[in-house]
Structures are given as C-alpha cells and as structure tokens.
C-alpha cells in the first residue's frame, strides 16, 4: 500500500461515486472503503476483497457509530465514513491509524517513516503540522489536527517562500547531540551535524562549523532566505555561522541542526535558546533538505 493510497479523504473524494458494498464485492471501490475503515482504525487489509475481515470491520464502525449494523456499505455508511476523524492519538501509540496519520503528514510534505508507531519523530512531525496550520501545538492527534489534514491543510511551514524541514534529520541530530554533549558544548559542532547527516541520507559532510555550507551537496540541500526565528520553528534545516564570539567560533564558526520547537538547534550538543545565542555570532546562512 502507497503512502498516498491510504488517505481516507483525498481517496473518497477521487473516485466521485459511493456505491453499495457488501460481502463478495471487489474492485477500487472496495479498496477506498478499506482505507476509510482503516483510518478509522480498523486494522485490515487493504486488498479490494470485501472478504469476512472487511464485513466484521465494517459492523464494529457501523456499531460505534449508531447505524443499522448489517455489514453492508450504503448510503448512510459511506457518509459516516467521510465525517469520522481518527481516533485520538499521541506518542507510544501503534497500528493502522497511525499508519494512516503518517501517510497524511507524509503526503503534506514531512519526510518521516510510516512505520505504524508514534514515537518522537512522529510527533515533531504533528507539532509542525499543528504549528503552520494555526492549531494548539501539543503533538496529539485530536478532531482539530484530523479534521486539517483531511480538509487540505498545508505542510511543515510555508513563509511564503516554500521553505520545508524534514523531522527525521532532526531526530537525528537530537539524538547525536545527546549521545556527544548533552546540553553542554563539546566544541564539535560540525562532527555532530556531519554525524546527523550520514544517518539520514549515508554519505559525510567534512569540514568545520564554517565550512559546512559550502560542502553540503546542492542535489540534497538549498539555501533559503528565511530569518532564524522563523527557521526555528521548522524542523530539520541546517544552520551554520562563519563566526562566533569565542575564540574557537572566531576561526571555525558554528553549524547546527534545527529542532523544530522555535527556540532549540542541535550538533554536538542540544542549545536551548538558539536566538538568544544569535547575538554573538555572525555569518547566517540556512539550508532547507530537498
């Protein structure tokens, strides 16, 4: 099953026609209804065989929802379908509704793995989906959240300029910095940021916190025009200054990894308040994955 294949909505929407389903049916028509269901979280298969898995799911939502339960997909059904959000999801959950609220993000531009499991990587991806679509940032899936990414919501962050992060380089890089320096400076910025690199897309960037700019591949990376509070707030770019104010910074600069939190970045250690630390250094430059 696609990443697209497996949102609900756009899936409904595409095929114009509701038609009357029931054990022994086959076809698209079918394999939007299990998508449905399954967005619903009814953990199926998505095979266009309206089999006795698909009819025994079809009864549990017709049941929750006070309908005539009789396995059969009409009118009201299908209505029922289109209205239903998700369940209420947030880290440590698992399944199929996952799977599915992965897909939706995944299709708004947020590079993560659809893998069924909410973990960190999931929820910075809800955070910054929350964050560009005027929601209460709070990384749980509720009406609010579903009801945006079923009706068109837009991806991580926009600007105007079109400027997307990619959480999972993010992960990364948090997961780097507390593995070298926690939240205290080891002075190895750029072997963070190289280390976050290379778990992400496999090959190495050398070079100090000064250099890094110009040796990141530009079929992977771009430099956009886009002040530090408001990179900040989308996850996954890369930060990199020619200067600082300590002696070390003076020559090699400082590069770092945003968060996606609005405030922190991360190398080889975790900066809490990555704009308040802007002051002393010099040199800006921000680079968006693509």
Known sequence: MTAISSVRSASLAATGSSPTLKQGSSGNSVRDLQNALRAAGHDISVDGQFGPQTKAAVIAFQRARGLT???IVGPQTWGALRAAPGPTLKQGATGAAVRDLQSKLVAKGLGIAVDGVF?????????AFQRANGLTVDGIVGPQTWGRLNSGGSGPVNNGGGVTGKPSLADAARNVALSMGGYNSQGLCATGVSRAIRQIYGFTVWGNGNDIDNNLPR???KQVNISLAEALKIPGLILTWEKTSTRAGSIYGHTAITLGDGRSSASDFIEGNTLAAEGGRQGLKIFMPI
């Open 119 to 127: 973990g960190p990587q999931t929820r910075n991806a809800v955070i």
């Open 69 to 71: 339960v009789d396995g």
């Open 219 to 221: 079929d992977k990376f």
